[in-house]
């Protein structure tokens, strides 16, 4: 199991600019995937961004041109720049992490979940 600590949550005006921040740690061989996803009250839990290996990224068409997810791999850190926010983009923001993991030498592939920042955008 990958441990996924978010932080960077808060309450900022319409217009603001927020950044998220996710260290992943374990026993990790390599990171294939990480992303952000958000879920407001009432609503499923929707992906925001994500970015793969290859530096492959997705974004929610809602979010477009607004934020940018980035990845320090060095340090298993996945971040998203909030920029241009939007009182709809009151959530709590959630970190997934998709990694191999190791244990001697038996590999596994292991899909965690962090326990999630609120983003409070106030208009």
């Known amino acids: 199991q990958v441990q996924v600590v978010e932080s960077g949550g808060g309450l900022v005006q319409a217009g603001g600019s927020l950044r998220l921040s996710c260290v992943a740690s374990?026993?990790?061989?390599?990171?294939?995937?990480m992303g952000w996803y958000r879920q407001a009250p009432g609503k499923q839990r929707e992906l925001v961004a994500r970015?793969?290996?290859?530096?492959?990224?997705n974004y929610a068409d809602s979010v477009k041109g607004r934020f940018t997810i980035s990845r320090d791999s060095a340090k298993n850190t996945v971040y998203l720049r909030m920029s241009s926010l939007k009182p709809e983009d009151t959530a709590v923001y959630y970190c997934?992490?998709?990694?191999?993991?190791?244990?001697?030498?038996?590999?596994?592939?292991?899909?965690?979940w962090g326990q999630g920042t609120q983003v409070t955008v106030s208009s």
């Open positions: 970015l793969g290996n290859g530096e492959d990224t």
């Open positions: 997934n992490v998709a990694a191999t993991l190791y244990t001697g030498s038996y590999r596994y592939d292991s899909n965690d």
């Open positions: 374990g026993s990790i061989f390599s990171i294939n995937a």
